[in-house]
């Protein structure tokens, strides 16, 4: 005899929203293995799948799937919280230098670059901060020149190429290794205004393997420690969102702030996937340091979107 199996609406949202509680559960557990800590990263999808859950559940009248999807709601709504609730106060005017940068992780297999150049016209930053760049990018933005005269690049055929171009002279630039993956990070400082201030662009590894996530996890670390200092800017894609407990931990030990705080969830990746977007660009300062401004640009026919950030300097 066969058995009577019977596919319904809510034995599917229950079958989705079950998953979703899983990895809401598996995404606390981020530090006992890689694989964990990838499920941390989808805390807003997560939220919009269990409270659509919970509400068509109620609709059904199924109160105890319905109070058990909206409790997990809650639970990834808290942990997303500080996106929107905190941290948003402006910059105000007066006389301290008012700058502003650009980041883009333009992809190494990206040829789109008259877009990469129309953003860099549209937003007209004072630093452009470029990531996966190839010596083939850097030739066909040359013509930069004339209003970027500065510039730090180790230009790379891999994922890891990273450049800094800017109007303002350097009082000094450097290429710097952080963690034990030995990649390439850019450190330079300025004097603009009476103030200095140092910007450090950094691009981590993904954790697409156990040994890469050790190489990120560890590259954080040493970036923690490196930025305990006051007046400094970083810029990168970090490949970690701010639900990870890595991210959680580079905060607690730099003293580092997030510009996105109160500012909204702001994804930059993966272009042109807006149901798995998640933010994985980022923009963290010390003390001296005032954002104006935060926001994502337009696409630049990479898989991330580029992120532009206004601030002020203060201090000596």
């Known amino acids: 005899m066969q058995p009577n199996l019977r596919v319904t609406c809510s ?11 899983i990895a809401t559960l598996a995404g606390f557990a981020g530090r006992l293995w890689w694989v964990l800590e990838l499920t941390c990263h989808f805390r807003v999808q ?26 997990f709601t809650l639970l990834n709504a808290t942990v997303i919280a500080p996106r929107f609730l905190t941290g948003a106060e402006a910059a105000a005017g007066g006389d301290d230098p008012a700058f502003r940068a650009l980041l883009a992780n333009v992809n ?3 040829r789109d670059y008259p877009r990469i150049r ?4 549209d937003h007209d930053p004072d630093f452009i901060v470029l990531q996966e760049v190839t010596p083939w990018l850097l030739d066909r ?54 103030h200095r201030f140092t910007l450090l662009a950094t691009h981590p590894p993904p954790p697409i393997s156990a040994e890469t996530a050790r190489g990120r996890n560890d590259q954080l670390a040493e970036l923690a420690l490196f930025a305990r200092q006051p007046r400094l800017l970083v810029l990168g894609d970090l490949n970690v969102t701010p639900w ?8 607690a030990t730099s003293g580092l702030r997030d510009s996105a705080d109160g500012r909204g969830l702001q994804p930059s990746w993966p272009a042109g996937w807006p149901p798995l977007w998640i933010p ?37």
Not at 11 to 21: E, K, N, P, R, T
């Open 11 to 21: 034995g599917l949202v229950a079958a989705a929203g079950v998953l979703a509680c």
């Open 46 to 71: 997560y939220a919009l799948v269990l409270g659509l859950g919970a509400l068509m559940m109620l609709a059904w009248r199924q109160v105890r799937w319905a109070v058990a999807f909206a409790v």
């Open 108 to 110: 190494f297999d990206n």
């Open 118 to 121: 129309q953003a860099i016209t």
């Open 141 to 194: 933005l040359a013509d930069l020149a004339d209003r970027y005269p500065y510039r730090a690049a180790v230009p790379r055929a891999d994922p890891f190429g990273i450049a800094l171009l800017s109007r303002h002279p350097f009082l000094k630039a450097e290429v710097i290794q952080l963690g034990a993956t030995r990649l390439p990070s850019i450190q330079a400082e300025f004097a603009t205004g009476g």
């Open 244 to 251: 990870s407990p890595y991210f959680e931990d580079l905060l």
């Open 280 to 316: 994985i660009d980022h923009a963290l300062f010390s003390e001296g340091i005032r954002i104006q401004k935060r926001k994502i640009g337009p696409a630049i026919g990479s898989d991330h979107y580029p992120l532009v950030v206004a601030f002020r300097v203060s201090g000596p």
